[in-house]
């Protein structure tokens, strides 16, 4: 679709900004991929005891069927979001639609832990798809400042309910069917949003891209990936030579990448990107935040479903309170931050997330509904102010031309810090899991098959006589919860950090039509299909 803008002698005249009609139809379809992406990442936290059970995986593989899919879309994001710039954000969207549908039917039937971590891994290849897609397509579809911040919140919004949906639906599901049939839900909105949107979604993309840089591909790819396992088994099992390799190889890759992107006429990343300081600070509350929030989330469904002993149905609507706070903080973002500010709204929702946190410290098995309700809904309202303005900044500071590289950023430092995340506070968690001592009268193996995991120990716990099985499943549940109060803690560290940065770094930014409110990058690109005009203006 058109992305024509034609310079005047006082600035840039936007042929194309005029209200686009059936945008917000198109809108509704985009959500649609928002929406199953936050359902996908919360049921398979409620699936996981049973997938634990079924397939028997150990520690380290039930930790790699959380973070893979992580790894994989973190290391393709950027590479996916500037496909969709060249080829088409929409083409690009119902591919990877279809894509995500057809890898959940194999998540749905893995048979082994190695099977689910590759289907997992395929699923990650999907997903980069989405959601850079949705963004930048949200990017050219709104021009008026305060549409698109509408449009953002309500994307935001709707992964918040999506978050809020999955825990319901998958706890619905885990109580009547297998575990599979949480990634079998997939198919229905896959397929209503390619047909639908096939029909009432634009087509944009750069008019003028150059070509796709595979070896940046690549790059990136075993940069991050490299990276984040290095970090993740040195956690587990300390600096081994070949962690060390892996983690050396990734560095060297990143910094070759970011070297050949300065080098390259039509960069896979447009490195100059970040010497916005709103785009930086903005993609680093992200990361930061998403470090701080998801190794907990990843066990809170362990700690209601197996400590507490609740049922799914029952653990996914604990869970409901943060996406409520989270829908109604990010419908209220845009408005609030023109308002106040910023850098008030970023700050003060990551300094509210992060003693929301420190709350958790007090965790145990007996702690009532009303509380851990009120802890996750305050949660959700810190963060659902926080990244919705942040996405809004994000787009603003760039063209629309660059805009589905830009998202992809942002999407990587959400994916990266829950990989991060899950890796580092999750080791924690696991760390401390597995010191808690054997009870009198239980087998050193069966103890050792406990310290596997949670799951590992309900079951072992069933094998044993009556009284072993209550004692070793109750020293397993104590030590659960002290590592989980222990990440707890740090995540409180980190997002109070992730507020003291967003302080400084956010100093002076303002939405568009806010007062005060920066000029709009220029955008100089032409018209698909239309006159050339050369590449976008860089911002000063």
């Known amino acids: 679709m058109s992305e024509t803008t034609a310079s005047g002698p006082t600035g840039s005249a936007h042929l194309d900004d005029q209200p686009r009609p059936g945008r917000w139809l198109a809108l509704a379809v985009l959500v649609l991929a928002v929406l199953l992406v936050g359902v996908d990442a919360t049921v398979l936290g409620l699936a996981t005891p049973y997938l634990s059970e079924d397939l028997r995986p150990s ?41 995500f549908g057809a890898t959940s039917v194999l998540c749905a039937y893995a048979a082994t832990p190695e099977m689910m971590i590759a289907a997992r891994a395929l699923l990650g290849v999907a997903g980069a798809t989405l959601m850079p897609s949705t963004l930048a397509l949200i990017r050219n579809l709104f ?57 009432v979604i634009p087509e944009s993309r750069n008019p003028d891209p150059g070509p796709w840089d595979i070896p940046s591909v690549g ?91 609740r049922t799914p149905l029952n653990a996914g609507l604990i869970e409901l309170p943060a996406a409520v706070g989270a829908v109604g903080a990010g419908l ?26 420190a709350g958790c410290v007090t965790l145990h098995a007996d702690t009532g509904t009303f509380a851990l309700g009120s802890i996750l809904f305050v949660v959700g309202i810190g963060a659902g102010f926080a990244f919705t303005v942040t996405a809004d900044v994000i787009l603003s500071s760039v063209p629309k031309e660059e805009a589905g590289a830009a998202s992809a950023v942002s999407e990587t430092a959400y994916e990266l810090g829950a990989a991060l995340g899950i890796a580092l506070l999750g080791s924690i968690v696991t760390g401390i899991y597995r010191g808690f001592p054997t009870p009198r009268g239980v087998p050193a193996g069966a103890a050792s098959a406990a310290r596997e995991s949670l799951g590992g120990a309900f079951e072992t716990s069933q094998q044993l006589p009556e009284g072993q099985g209550a004692a070793l499943m109750k020293a397993a549940q104590d030590s659960f919860v002290d590592g989980l109060d222990t990440a707890a803690a740090v995540g409180a560290v980190v997002l109070l950090g992730a507020a003291v940065a967003a302080w400084f770094l956010l100093r002076g930014q303002e939405l568009a039509n806010s007062p005060a409110a920066p000029e709009p990058v220029a955008e100089d690109a032409a018209t698909e299909g239309g006159p050339s005009a050369g590449a976008p203006a860089k911002r000063p």
């Open 219 to 309: 790059l990136a790819l075993v940069g991050i990936v490299g990276v984040v396992y290095a970090i993740k088994e040195a956690a587990v099992h300390g600096y081994r030579w070949d962690i060390l390799l892996a983690g050396i190889i990734g560095l060297l890759a990143l910094f070759v990448f970011v070297r050949r992107q300065h080098t390259l006429e039509s960069p896979l990343l447009n490195m100059k990107l970040f010497q916005h300081r709103g785009f930086s600070g903005a993609v680093l509350a992200d990361l930061l935040t998403i470090l701080g929030l998801s190794g907990l989330v990843f066990f809170l469904s362990q700690f209601l479903q197996m400590v507490q002993l």
């Open 143 to 199: 021009h008026d400042p305060r549409e698109r911040s509408l449009a953002v919140g309500i994307w935001g919004a709707m992964a918040s309910a999506g978050m809020a949906v999955g825990p319901v639906l998958g706890g619905f599901l885990l109580g009547h069917f297998w575990w599979g049939s949480v990634f079998l839900i997939n198919l229905p909105v896959m397929a209503l949003l390619v047909v639908v949107g096939a029909k």
């Open 59 to 99: 520690g380290t593989q039930l930790l790699w069927i959380g973070d893979i899919y992580s790894f994989v879309i973190a290391g393709l994001l950027v590479s996916m979001g500037s496909l969709g710039d060249r080829i088409g954000r929409k083409k690009l969207l119902l591919i990877g639609s279809t894509a």
């Open 332 to 357: 209220a973002a845009g408005y609030v931050a023109r308002r106040l500010s910023v850098r008030i709204v970023v700050a003060g929702g990551l300094a509210v997330v992060g003693l929301a946190l």
